[in-house]
């Protein structure tokens, strides 16, 4: 047997390791331009390194166009395993809740919640209290109510003094219902934040197990509704909310922030065994190109 049947494949197939091993380095390195004086050496810096803006832009735009596009998040942020997960919580935190008996409001003195949550009240106080008294007074609702009750009155009277009746309260209608709405509108706010108040206080003095009972009977409910919530929230703003997050800016901006050291680790920890596998193809297909140049 000549000796050239092995060396030539065993040198073609060490040409091809080498070459392939050259060259996946030459993706990485240098890091930057190499000069001999004012003569730049070609090949230099590596593929990566030279065209790293152009694939950070790249790899943004598949990521926020085809794998994190709306759809896609839509699909994973209204995923059944997260109702899941929320009704468990909220099933573990009802179940915790029931070993609480202390109130509410002593709960909240020792949570440090006090303060805040009387402040929130008063805030809340006044806006329903303003919120609802110019909804009612703005609308025809007190129209309706005092022709219904004038309406009442003629019809529980006399028929002679109904008739009498009729056009005087017809002429009077207009001027009760102004008096009706301005004396809503100036006690309106103060009678309702007032029930409220005491709505407050009624809750607050209530036991924490005690509400636990009551939000237990309503769990269900409760979660369907959060749920239904929040995937019409998703399905309205996410479009938007993605808009305004840029993924492709952010992906963008997160790879050239990397020094080409750092961004070739990542890279070699993603594919080191595919690149490690098209070194060892050099070498096998270096070794074909051996045997068949003896063929010839």
């Known amino acids: 047997m000549q000796l050239s049947w092995i060396t030539a494949p065993l040198i073609g197939g060490l040409i091809g390791l080498i070459t392939n091993s050259l060259a996946i380095k030459m993706l990485f390195c240098p890091h930057r331009a190499v000069y001999i004086g004012k003569f730049h050496i070609p090949f230099t810096p590596g593929l990566i390194p030279k065209e790293k803006e152009r694939i950070a832009s790249a790899i943004g735009e598949v990521i926020s166009k085809y794998l994190l596009d709306d759809a896609t998040i839509k699909k994973a942020i209204c995923d059944p395993k997260i109702k899941e997960k929320i009704a468990a919580h909220i099933h573990n935190l009802i179940g915790r809740m029931k070993q609480v008996t202390i109130s509410l409001e002593v709960f909240l003195d020792q949570k440090g919640l006090s303060d805040s949550l009387n402040v929130m009240e008063a805030k809340v106080r006044g806006s329903v209290g303003d919120y609802v008294t110019n909804a009612v007074t703005d609308s025809d609702f007190i129209d309706e109510l005092i022709e219904s009750a004038l309406l009442s009155i003629q019809n529980e009277m006399n028929p002679l003094v109904a008739k009498i009746a009729k056009n005087p309260l017809a002429s009077a209608k207009p001027q009760i219902i102004a008096n009706t709405k301005e004396i809503l509108r100036e006690r309106g706010p103060q009678m309702i934040g007032h029930y409220i108040d005491q709505k407050y206080m009624e809750i607050c003095d209530y036991k924490i197990c005690d509400l636990a009972a009551f ?79 003896l063929l010839f």
Not at 282 to 289: N, R
């Open 215 to 293: 939000a237990e009977k309503h769990e269900n409910e409760a979660i369907n509704y959060l749920w239904e919530k929040y995937v019409y929230f998703i399905e309205k703003k996410s479009a938007a909310l993605l808009k305004n997050l840029d993924l492709q800016r952010i992906v963008e901006e997160r790879i050239n922030g990397y020094d080409v050291a750092q961004l070739e680790k990542i890279i070699l920890s993603i594919s080191k065994k595919e690149l490690n596998a098209l070194v060892w193809l050099g070498g096998l297909l270096g070794m074909l190109m051996g045997f068949v140049n």
